[in-house]
């Protein structure tokens, strides 16, 4: 079992920042992956980033150069920066990670991060 709890959403201006915090507990041996999903009004969950246990990354497209995952592993921590943030990047944003032989998927809470315009 592993356990998430994502923070660090709000309301920001356009241009502006938000870092998101992802604390894992519980089998956090046994995660392979962790990243950040974003799922929007009337739109569908998209993968926003992901980093592995052997820190490789994943940006999608539409938020790279503005967003950057990282990982403290001293704190069981995942980091999404979010920056030069744009109405667009609103949503509900949820820290995820894959675990076990059969990649579970475990979910944080969510966290929302509005952006204005």
């Known amino acids: 079992q592993v356990q998430l709890v994502d923070a660090g959403g709000g309301l920001v201006q356009t241009g502006g920042s938000l870092r998101l915090s992802c604390v894992a507990s519980?089998?956090?041996?046994?995660?392979?992956?962790m990243g950040w999903f974003r799922q929007a009004p009337g739109k569908q969950r998209e993968l926003v980033a992901a980093i592995t246990s052997g820190d490789l990354t994943y940006i999608t497209d539409s938020v790279k150069g503005r967003f950057a995952i990282s990982r403290d592993y001293a704190k069981n921590t995942v980091y999404l920066q979010m920056n030069s943030l744009k109405p667009e990047d609103t949503a509900l944003y949820s820290c995820y990670a894959d675990a076990g032989s059969d990649n579970f998927h475990y979910w944080g809470q969510g966290t929302q991060v509005t952006v204005s315009s």
């Open positions: 519980g089998s956090i041996f046994s995660i392979n992956a």
